[in-house]
């Protein structure tokens, strides 16, 4: 939001391009990539949600060239505490839902096998391995509804942010440019 608020653009809109922004599948819509992993594993694995099934599955998912979406993270290199809550309110509160039992399973297994693949850095579940499970168990479960959740949870924070690079007198943010020469150059083969 600041990037584009600091063109002294209405607060509103500053925040809903920011948001926009966000609505990919490797931020904004990254818990709806999960919760569809998660269904589709449910309905690969019917009545069997053991971990040695849960590994099967995932090791074939891995072995057709996808990921697990819901591991790994930026910045984090262990378990995303805000997935940790997530998951001990779950195990707390919702005791029946069967897919927030996979999702828990899940987590004692796929940690490993990403171990074994070797080409993680973080193997451990970030935020969005139990965001989802929880909006889906709680009724919302349509999914593109999902990033404004996620938007309406920032949004103080940010506006604040807005306000204070505005009170302050920040300069405009711009971001970064370059010349098609100056990227040849950068790509241009050793030969």
Known sequence: MSFFGSALSDAFLSYSAAVNGLAGPLHGLANQEVL??????QENLGNDISEEAIAKEAWNVLNSGRVIPGYGHAVLRDTDPRYIHQREFAQRYIKDDPLVELSVKCFNV??????????????????DAGSGVLLHHYGLKQFQYYTCVFAVSRALG???NLIW???LGLAIERPGST????LEE????SS
């Open 179 to 182: 010349t098609i020469e100056a």
């Open 186 to 189: 950068k790509f241009k083969s």
């Open 36 to 41: 569809q992993f998660l269904l589709k594993m």
């Open 165 to 167: 690079s505005r009170a």
């Open 110 to 127: 796929i940690p490993g096998i990403l171990r074994k693949l070797g080409k993680v850095k973080n193997p451990w579940p970030n935020v």
């Open 158 to 160: 940010c506006a604040s």
